[in-house]
C-alpha cells in the first residue's frame, strides 16, 4: 500500500481502490475477537451513503453491496484483519476521455498528474474520488458497533448548513430520529426543504453548493487522547481531513470562540448527580487533546462539488495552452447530504482507536 493508505494505530483501516476501477476495498486490522458481525451491520450505514438515491446526489447508480472475505467466522470477528469489498458495476469511463490532459478546476487532477508522473487513473477522480469514503464508511460501521458493544458511546452526525441556509435551532436528543427522514440529512425539517431547494436550483443552473455537517459524540469517557502529537483532536481532525471536500473543522465554540473573553469562553466545573460536568461545552469536549467526559462537538465544513456543468477556463497540460472544458458525467451537486454516515465512520473509527489504546476496549470482548 501507499503510505497514507491506512489510519489508527491500534484500530487500523487501510483503504484501496480507484473511482472506476473493478472494486474498492477496506482492511480493518486490529477489530477485537469476539464481535458479532454479518454483512448486513456494514450494509445499513452503506446504504445512507451510497449514489443514485435522490435527485440531489449523483445519478451513478452503485449498489454499494459489501463483501466480507476475511476476519469473520461463524458470524464473529477473529481478531485477524477483516477484509471487505464492493464491486464497482456503473462506471462510465468514457465521460472522462476528454480530461486526460484538460485539468479540472477544483480538483487534483494537476498536482496528481506531477506526482506520479501522469501513471495517476483519472477516471472519476480515481484514487481521489468520493466514492472512496465508502471504504471509510465499512470500517467505521464496525467500529460504531464495536462502540455500542463494549461502550455507551453514541455519535450522530447531521447537516447543518447548505450554502447560506442554516438550522434555526439547537440539535437536541428528540431530532436523533428525524436525521435521515429527508434528502439533506437535516434534522430541521422545515429547513431541510429549503435546503433541498437550494440545491436543485443550484443544480439547475449546472452550479454546485457547499455546507456544514454538525457531528454530535455522547457518552465519552474522560481520558481519551494521547498528547501531544496523538491527541483526540489531532486524530479526529486528520480523520475528517481524510473526507474530500472537507476544508475545516471546529471543535465547541470554534472560531467563534475567538472573539469571546476567557470569562465567557471558559466552561464552568459544576457537580450534577455526584458526576463532574462543566456548565457549558465551549471546548468541544477535549481540554488539552483529552475528552473531558462532555460530548464531543465537531463543526465539519465541505466546499461546494467541484464538478459543475457550467463550461470553464483551464489548461491543457499536453498542448500547454489555455483552453476551456465542460465537465460530463454523474456528479453531486451537493455532497454534504451523503456526508453525515461518513463523518459517523471516521469518529467512530477514532474513538474505538483510542479506546483500544487506553483499554477500555479489550482485545477480545
Not at 103 to 116: E, N
Not at 118 to 130: E, I, L, M, P
Request: with cysteine; proline share 5%; net charge positive.
Amino acid at each position: 500500500m501507499l503510505p497514507g493508505s491506512s489510519i489508527g494505530q491500534r484500530l487500523v483501516l487501510t483503504s484501496f481502490g480507484e473511482s472506476h476501477g473493478r472494486a474498492i476495498g477496506a482492511v480493518l486490522d486490529g477489530c477485537p475477537a469476539g464481535l458479532e458481525l454479518e454483512e448486513k451491520d456494514i450494509q445499513k450505514m452503506l446504504d445512507q451513503r451510497k449514489p443514485g438515491q435522490n435527485i440531489i446526489s449523483t445519478q451513478r447508480k452503485e449498489g454499494d453491496i459489501v463483501e466480507i472475505v476475511s476476519g469473520v467466522f461463524r458470524g464473529y470477528t477473529t481478531g485477524s484483519p477483516i477484509t471487505m469489498l464492493i464491486w464497482n458495476s456503473d462506471q462510465k469511463s468514457k465521460d472522462y476521455d476528454d480530461l486526460k490532459t484538460k485539468l479540472r478546476p477544483g480538483h487534483s487532477d494537476f498536482p496528481a498528474m506531477v506526482k506520479y508522473n501522469q501513471f495517476n487513473d483519472h477516471r472519476g477522480g480515481g484514487r481521489f474520488s468520493g466514492r472512496l469514503t465508502a471504504t471509510h464508511v465499512m470500517g467505521g460501521a464496525i467500529a460504531r458497533k464495536l462502540l455500542k458493544i463494549a461502550t455507551k458511546i453514541e455519535t450522530n452526525s447531521f447537516t447543518t448548513q447548505i450554502g447560506k441556509i442554516k438550522m434555526e435551532k439547537e440539535f437536541n436528543e428528540k431530532m436523533i430520529n428525524s436525521i435521515y427522514k429527508n434528502e439533506v440529512r437535516c434534522p430541521e425539517i422545515k429547513t431541510a426543504k429549503t435546503m433541498r431547494e437550494s440545491i436543485l436550483h443550484a443544480k439547475k443552473k449546472g452550479d454546485s453548493l457547499g455546507g456544514i455537517i454538525e457531528s454530535i459524540t455522547t457518552n465519552v469517557p474522560v481520558g481519551l487522547g494521547e498528547p501531544i502529537f496523538n491527541s483526540l483532536e489531532s486524530d479526529l481532525s486528520k480523520a475528517m481531513f481524510s473526507i474530500p471536500s472537507v476544508k475545516g473543522v471546529e471543535f465547541g465554540s470554534g472560531f467563534a470562540g475567538s472573539e469571546l473573553h476567557g470569562s465567557e469562553n471558559n466552561d464552568l466545573y459544576t457537580i450534577k448527580r455526584g458526576k463532574i460536568i462543566t456548565k457549558t461545552n465551549n471546548s468541544g469536549g477535549i481540554l488539552g487533546g483529552i475528552s473531558n467526559g462532555m460530548p464531543i462537538t465537531m463543526k465539519i465544513a465541505f466546499k461546494p462539488a467541484s464538478s459543475i456543468a457550467q463550461k470553464q477556463s483551464t489548461v491543457d497540460i499536453k498542448t500547454k495552452k489555455e483552453t476551456t472544458l465542460q465537465v460530463k458525467g454523474r456528479h453531486d451537486p451537493c455532497v454534504v447530504p451523503r456526508a453525515p454516515p461518513v463523518v459517523d465512520a471516521l469518529v467512530a473509527l477514532t474513538i474505538a482507536d483510542h479506546a483500544l489504546i487506553s483499554g477500555i476496549i479489550k482485545p477480545v470482548l
